[in-house]
């Protein structure tokens, strides 16, 4: 049976960085996007508003994803009061900064893991099954997850961070190879470098973002509405043509594989590696 | 001093498949398509028809990539009578199907080398110094190298293949920690599936190409032109988000990191690693 | 303050296979073994007689460690009453088999987690601070973690097991960049193939686990013994050649990269990748 | 037929570093260790005379390995004057410090493939089907393979060194995968860090070596007698629980893949990746 409603894009973690630009991003195609956030009513608010403002169709809702049933319910009701969700995008990371192993509780771990992979999870579990159903009748969604470097590899002080984005990435390929081949799409984003978003890395930062920003010089940080570009052209790519892994990075920014700082050329007093 | 010609699109490995489908994708833009390919200049005439009759602008040239100054002299051509190239695709491979390693003479490891990697050597050699200067201008440019799942891991009977992708894929590292911060997008797309292209594939199955597309099912082999989408996408990605790596295949095949056939699920014999 | 009682070797997950090993192999270089396991009191004391009888020193408890404070009870009471822990091995996981996403209940990815990923975490948190402590005074210490395929590759039916074993990988590298530094040696060991291992995989594979063993061929499963030798030798690398990350596998087993089966080596129909 | 001569440990890249090291370790438990440098016959001579005054057995030759026969020559000489290669040790890399991609000549990056690759290429092709035929009446040979970062990541100016250890790692992987199911043992080392080499890492810093270790603090270069154990460890390893990725490192160095200098834990001003 068809769905005449329009489809939508539902973005777990919906500030104004990636999560409100891919919303916009998707609204200005036909979506309808659904923005859910932890807080910031008002911030939620204005996103909303933001897109109307374009044309586009959106929504919202305050939801804490580490509660038990919120991300179900949120999936729930969107199904049925909304439309299909044709697109979702988790989010949400936990990413709190560095701390030494002593001094990250038990209960930060856990809440890393609740929000960094948990969470997914759940999200997975109570959508991909209807989405791989709707697939049959050439109906093809996509899972789209923000992931960081801490995915890949794990630096001092990150133990809740790495731990739960290492998780979520195998967890990505785990979905990937049983859903991919009912025909959802699902891409697992590594961002290798700092996205221009005051609701996450402004709040992290406090006084010293933008600072930061013009420390990085021009073009050096991540413009969240490039980085939605690139989530819209993962969403429209073919099922002859899927990407599950990719990465993103300012110009400037060192690669995580790379040594930082480079080592000088011509002139390296160390034996490279 | 600014170049007022047309932008070039060079495209090193110019057959039917990949590399003509980016020509004509970047052409239909606004790019001046060159096309080289090693051999059946009938085929590359036909392709730069195509082009030309959707109304994009091309032209090529039959050229032995593995040949001492062949892309030099290509370069220095293209820079001095078409334009300056601001994207340049380096698309050849030299898959040969799967050898043991008695059946792998030096000199077909040595070509492997020549074409794999040291070709993409030359070309970066010879090109992203001039890209470089560019940038300083605000002119950045790209360079795309289609790569394999051989630049990944090593199959059994891989060894030529294998060793020049492995070499490719670090090559591309090195460029990109060097250019990178020069304002020069370099991209290593691992192409991790088969390619409807019947200048590599079709040559290789011969006979055998239509039923093995028609075995793998609908939408079950990688539509160039929609990987040159994906490539275009790549080109025009802002410097503040460059994707270094990507993977890309068809929904129905399996990742190289899965075990394939899949183990079956709930009913398995064997435990699973 | 030097501590003149015997080095312990504590191992977290002390079945009949790896565990039970390791915990003998230790004993035989004069350690002595803490074998702690969640049950099968029979089987925990017949390990402790086997190691006894060898001329090792051994004792060994049951405990739950999915349950809060038994990881760190069982580590404050090793080291107040039996000596310090030179060598802890978190030999844990949840393996369970393969299971769609639909039969992967909440709680059991989360008991996944809490086993393959959050039990580590608590280890490391009440002992590694004094394992870095006594490295001052010249004692350094070893972590060894028993880790599977699914920290690099997520399989399909893989959900809890792949998205724990992620984590713990990750988690293994940020210990390590905090605490190899202050002298305590961390390991993270792939074991990419089936261990002979009663406990665990003769659980798992019941009446079939004699005729899977036989249908691997000679040498075709590890034998723990030998695995347990591998762990001895990198407790006792010296500080200048620590290893961080190793994988082991029967001679017959294809790694996890490799297409399995391999492909037909000359008379390919299918194109490699 | 048996052969009852002592197994030769055939080591090509024998200096004073990892090459003599593990000629010595393999010919003080019976081994006759053939020590293969490209120069400094008096040096050559110094390890020879070493490992015979250990009470060990040992000869020699001056080889340049990128010479076309080099290898195969010495091989052949090998196995007809002296005795079975058991286990052959890989060791040449062609390291030249960072240079910038037009400080390197095509000629450099061609014999980086040359000494970095091909020759492996060489040395497998004349000897693993020997290796493997030997392997059927029981007599299991190993290829250990000296290995770099480089083989992983490619860091700024390391074009030529980072190509040829890529390739040398994928090569490795197609290695093993056809001949370790015949009963070859084939490992792959990661060497993340220097090793205190008067031939190969004292040569390039020159005067500098002495302060360079010195800056590294205790234990801070790899001693190349602890890493031939290591690669003994690796030789000894039971057909069942084969290695054939192994990473070390000096317990102060920082990983490759993690961002070094570290960030600053809990006072840090970026926001971590």
Not at 6 to 11: D, E, N, Y
Not at 29 to 51: F, N
Not at 98 to 109: I, V
Request: charged fraction near 20%.
């Amino acid at each position: 049976m068809s769905d005449s409603r329009k489809p939508v894009c539902l973005v777990i973690g919906a500030g104004a960085g990636i999560g409100g630009n891919v919303a916009l991003r998707f609204a200005s195609e036909g979506y309808h996007a659904v923005l859910a956030r932890r807080s910031d009513k008002a911030g939620l608010d204005r996103l909303i508003a933001q897109i109307k403002e374009s044309g586009g169709s959106a929504s919202g809702a305050i939801v804490d994803a580490s509660e038990d049933g919120s991300i179900e319910d949120l999936v729930a009701r969107t199904e049925a009061d909304i439309g299909p969700i044709d697109t979702a995008l988790y989010n949400l990371g936990a990413q709190i900064g560095n701390r030494a192993l002593s001094d990250t509780p038990h209960r930060t771990f856990e809440l890393g893991w609740r929000l960094g992979c948990f969470g997914l999870f759940r999200l997975a579990h109570v959508l991909l099954p209807t989405m791989a159903k709707r697939a049959k009748t050439g109906r093809h969604g996509t899972l789209l997850v923000t992931s960081a470097t801490a995915a890949v590899r794990g630096n001092a002080g990150q133990h809740s961070h790495a731990a739960a984005m290492g998780g979520r990435r195998m967890l990505c390929q785990t979905l990937n190879a049983e859903f991919g081949p009912q025909g959802v799409h699902v891409a697992h984003i590594v961002v290798d470098g700092s996205v221009n978003a005051p609701d996450t890395l402004g709040k992290l930062l406090g006084d010293r973002f933008e600072a930061y920003k013009a420390s990085k010089g021009e073009e050096g940080v991540i413009d969240p509405a490039a980085l939605a570009q690139t989530y819209w052209n993962l969403a429209q790519q073919p099922r002859n043509c899927w990407t599950h892994e990719i990465d993103v990075r300012p110009w400037t920014d060192v690669p995580w594989w790379n040594d930082n700082p480079p080592p000088a050329i011509n002139t390296s007093a160390r034996k490279p590696k």
